[in-house]
């Protein structure tokens, strides 16, 4: 049903900004009480939250990187974005879109890319 493909490049410079998309297919990201999320996952680390924009374009954001962090959507395209400024090596993750029926739960993920932030 709902589908979603994490965009962006592979690579990032540091101090540079992290900018991803991920599209939506299958669903509407202002189908009522969904959430759309942003994970990462570190190398040989657990998932991170790193924030989500609700279906009514409310935005959240994890405290430790809410200085940096910013979701954002366009509707016309059925599309949200991250973006992760002033990254680091420590950046360096798997970065997933998902989305769910209600917070924490995460119904649908993107396949997540690997982003790089070279050092």
């Known amino acids: 049903q709902v589908q979603l493909q994490e965009s962006g490049p592979g690579l990032v410079k540091p101090s540079q900004m992290l900018s991803l998309t991920c599209t939506v297919s299958?669903?509407?990201?202002?189908?009522?009480?969904?959430?759309w999320s942003w994970i990462r996952q570190p190398p040989g680390k657990g998932l991170e939250w790193l924030g989500a924009?609700?279906?009514?374009?409310?935005?959240y954001y994890r405290p430790s990187l809410k200085s940096r962090t910013s979701i954002a959507r366009d509707t016309t395209k059925n599309q949200f974005s991250l973006q992760l400024s002033s990254v680091t090596p420590e950046d360096t993750a798997v970065y997933y879109c998902a989305s769910g029926p209600r917070p924490a739960e995460y119904d649908y993920w993107g396949p997540g890319p690997q982003v790089t932030v070279s050092s």
């Open positions: 924009i609700a279906y009514e374009g409310s935005t």
């Open positions: 299958g669903g509407s990201i202002t189908t009522t009480f969904y959430t």
